[in-house]
């Protein structure tokens, strides 16, 4: 990236060149390829997240969860309560510490959940599809990089 610099001398701003601008571009053409294409339950972005990571990972506390799939502590809670009450998972005192929330997913979550990852797949596909698989490979390392 290059910074051009006006006769003041001070740098001038160009949004397109700018990376949050870009970033913000791309997730929401990813949030609408999600939405089109995540299938039959209407699950959020978040929400289908959780699924996944139980599914990947099996049950957990709330807060491991949250940190797992990069939610604060309000918005884990949120996403736990909501998918608790379409029967998605369960949801009981924690083994090693009462005190905390185990998640895992109920028999329906499960199911469902194996039956979306197809869908999901299909959703990173398409999001990386103007890129080469070199590209997807050196952008997702640099991605990473960045979080």
């Not at 051009?4 to 001070?10: C, D, K």
């Not at 959940?113 to 869908?119: D, I, Q, T």
Request: charge should be neutral; include cysteine; glycine fraction near 6%.
């Amino acid at each position: 990236m290059t910074i051009t610099v006006s006769a003041a001398r001070e740098p001038s701003y160009i949004l397109d060149d700018q990376i949050g601008f870009i970033l913000r571009q791309v997730s929401q053409r990813h949030a609408a390829i999600f939405s089109s294409g995540i299938g039959e339950q209407d699950l959020t972005a978040t929400q289908w997240a959780v699924l996944a990571k139980l599914l990947e990972r099996g049950p957990c506390s709330q807060n491991r969860l949250g940190r797992r799939t990069a939610m604060d502590a309000a918005t884990i809670k949120g996403v736990v309560d909501r998918l608790g009450k379409r029967g998605l998972i369960d949801t009981r005192p924690d083994p090693e510490d009462g005190r905390r929330l185990e998640v895992a997913l109920s028999p329906a979550g499960q199911a469902l959940a194996e039956r979306m990852v197809l869908n999901a797949l299909r959703i990173t596909e398409e999001t990386l599809s103007p890129l080469d698989e070199a590209e997807r490979a050196t952008l997702i390392a640099l991605l990473r990089k960045l979080s």
